[in-house]
């Protein structure tokens, strides 16, 4: 399979790393909107600008887009759809039903396949909910993320004018997730299950008031939570933050019995050293499952809960049978 990269950021990085675990795969090239030769890849793949894709696109199988969901991929899925089957990690959760309709309707007018909102959340922990929800349907989903940096909300906060760099760190409430590990089925309400740290380098001579208020008032990702905003140098954050670590837990508790006399807990929990790179190795597998859909016809937009397991994995049918079943 031929896939394609556009843009060239953590998780473009991590694309290309994971493309060569992948015997099945290769990548075709890089697609930035920068000056391509300004670019220099990981493993001296070539680069091209993202205005040419149209140029290349009958040479691709999938193109996996790896910018920010807060102004990029809205624009940028539905465009690539009308080309290329494509991959993207669009994680606005309110906003995924109206991002489905647009790529929805450009995927289906090409026939090409397009699955948005792939990575670990939405992604694995979106399948992590269906599967226990569909076990245990008399029960209470809840789902913690971090502490670790999330990258939308890192870079939405970069989109902020006067911001220069930042990190957010999600933070789980601990009293809030033993109640539920504890079975105790609380009902919470967004602010009560996480806060988020930002950490901010701001230009010189910005109005850092002006950016507290602008984070913490940001609908979709700040406005519903306790919110702190830190300025710090640009050496501190190079210093303290360089790195890109997540993770998370989403459990189900739930009963069963003619009387509910059994209780469950179901729990699925990610480490992560690396978040680009992590997510950067579910949109690979999701790329091979999207070129197998769109081979069998199957066009449109999709998203992981429209992916057969088999699909995403190199192995074959019976190897998965004998080794994983």
């Not at 994680?91 to 026939?111: C, L, M, N, W, Y």
């Not at 210093?239 to 989403?250: A, C, D, F, S, T």
Request: with cysteine; proline share 5%; charged share 20%.
């Amino acid at each position: 399979m031929k896939l394609a990269i556009i843009g060239y950021g953590n998780i473009g990085r991590g694309v290309e790393c994971a493309i060569r675990q992948n015997p099945d795969m290769e990548l075709y090239g890089v697609f930035t909107r920068r000056d391509p030769n300004t670019l220099q890849t990981l493993t001296g793949a070539p680069v091209y600008a993202a205005a040419s894709l149209a140029q290349h696109a009958d040479k691709l199988d999938a193109v996996i887009l790896c910018a920010g969901s807060a102004t990029d991929l809205p624009e940028q899925t539905p465009q690539t759809a009308a080309l290329c089957n494509v991959v993207d990690s669009f994680d606005t959760h309110a906003r995924i039903p109206e991002h489905f309709d647009r790529v929805d309707a450009a995927a289906k007018a090409s026939g090409h396949t397009a699955l948005i909102s792939g990575g670990w959340d939405p992604g694995l922990f979106s399948l992590a909910r269906l599967y226990a929800s569909a076990a245990l349907p008399d029960g209470q989903d809840y789902t913690f993320w971090g502490r670790g940096v999330s990258q939308g909300h890192s870079d939405a906060i970069r989109r902020i004018p006067g911001v220069l760099d930042a990190r957010q760190y999600t933070v789980p409430v601990p009293e809030t997730l033993e109640a539920v590990r504890s079975g105790a089925n609380p009902a919470l309400s967004t602010r009560q299950k996480h806060t988020r740290e930002c950490y901010v380098v701001a230009a010189d001579g910005a109005d850092r008031d002006a950016i507290r208020q602008a984070i913490v008032t940001m609908p979709n990702y700040f406005a519903d939570y306790d919110t702190s905003v830190t300025f710090i140098t640009a050496e501190e954050m190079q210093k303290n933050h360089r790195e890109l670590p997540h993770g998370g837990q989403v459990i189900r508790s739930g009963s069963t019995g003619l009387h509910a006399e059994h209780q469950h807990t179901v729990e699925f929990s990610l480490k992560l050293d690396s978040n680009p790179e992590f997510t950067a190795g579910v949109l690979v597998a999701l790329a091979r499952a999207v070129v197998r859909m769109n081979r069998r016809g199957d066009t449109g937009c999709k998203t992981i809960f429209d992916v057969a397991p088999a699909d995403l994995s190199a192995l074959s049918g019976a190897e998965l049978r004998k080794k994983l079943l």
